[in-house]
C-alpha cells in the first residue's frame, strides 16, 4: 500500500506543477530535461532531509511505545 500512495503522492505534485506552469504562476518547466534551478535543489534537499527525520523519529516513538505496551 505505501508505494502506491507514494507514487500517486509522485503523479500529484507531477500534474499539480504542470498545471502551474501552463496556467503562468511558475516559471519552471517540470516536463523539462534541463537542470533544475539551484534554489529549487537547495529547498528540496531541505524538505527532504527534515521529513526523512521527522519520519525516523516518528516511527521510533512508534517502535519504543510498542515494546512499552507487550
Known amino acids: 500500500m505505501d508505494p ?3 507514487h500517486l ?3 500529484g505534485l507531477q500534474l499539480i ?3 502551474l506552469y501552463q496556467k503562468g504562476t ?3 518547466d517540470v516536463e523539462s530535461t534541463d537542470s533544475a534551478p539551484w534554489p529549487m535543489v537547495v529547498v528540496s534537499l531541505l524538505l527532504t532531509v527534515l521529513l526523512l527525520l521527522f519520519l525516523k523519529n516518528y516511527f521510533q516513538s512508534r517502535l519504543s511505545t510498542s515494546r512499552d505496551i507487550t
Open 9 to 11: 503522492f509522485n503523479n
Open 17 to 19: 506543477g504542470l498545471y
Open 26 to 28: 511558475i516559471t519552471f
Open 4 to 6: 502506491i500512495l507514494g
